[in-house]
Structure formats: C-alpha cells, structure tokens
C-alpha cells in the first residue's frame, strides 16, 4: 500500500495556479514532517518545500519562494502544496514526502514517499 497519495497536477498556463494535495494512509503520518519534491524529464530530483510536524516552520528552495505555499491539516492528514504565477520551469513530476525525524532539503531524509503527480505549464 502506497503511504502517500498526491493529487491535483494537470496542465496548466504560464502565470497559472494549482494546488498539490497529499493524503497518508495513515494516522500516524498526521505526526511526521511532511514535504515536496519534483524531478523534470532528465533532471535530478529537487527540493520543493518542507513544513514541521505542527506547522509552525517551513521551509522552501529559493526558486519557489514567495509563489508557492504549503500548508498541512493534520485532522485530514493532508498536505498541501499551493503554486501560483507557474513557469515552464516549475514542469515536473511533483512528490509528496514524509519522515518521523528529518527536517530538510535532502532527499535521502525522507523515508516515506508518494507516486507523484504530474505537473505540466505551457508557455
């Protein structure tokens, strides 16, 4: 059973909005730090932003700062992932993470990863 489940990506026009969500699968995810990454075709994959157990710190990679927002309502177990004024550079395969512990840009931190999701903005 896949831990994390995104939704939400699409298509969508330079300057346009979208909005990740990810949801666990269980109640105990609703405690672990929860985070975005995004791999674009033949690229690495990259930090997006993070966010703390109880919402109170964040923590975003300098390219989405002040156009991307993420949020968490631990009563749904959900995260959020908010994308405003998009750019044919934000195209990736968005993914949702997780961890008890890790707090940070790293990928090898987070312990708990979703399938992805697919965001696509045109020019």
């Known amino acids: 059973q896949v831990p994390l489940i995104e939704s939400g990506g699409g298509s969508v026009q330079a300057g346009g909005s979208l909005t990740l969500s990810c949801s666990a699968s269980?109640?105990?995810?609703?405690?672990?730090?929860k985070g975005w990454f995004r791999q674009a075709p033949g690229q690495r994959r990259e930090f997006v932003a993070a966010i703390s157990r109880t919402a109170d710190t964040v923590y975003y990679t300098d390219s989405v700062k002040g156009r991307f927002t993420i949020s968490r309502d631990n009563t749904k177990n959900t995260v959020y992932l908010q994308m405003s004024s998009l750019t044919p550079e934000d195209t990736a395969l968005y993914y949702c993470?997780?961890?008890?512990?890790?707090?940070?840009?790293?990928?090898?931190?987070?312990?708990?990863w979703g399938q992805g999701t697919q965001v696509a903005v045109s020019s």
């Open positions: 993470v997780a961890d008890p512990d890790y707090y940070g840009g790293g990928s090898q931190g987070y312990a708990y």
């Open positions: 269980e109640d105990i995810f609703s405690t672990y730090v």
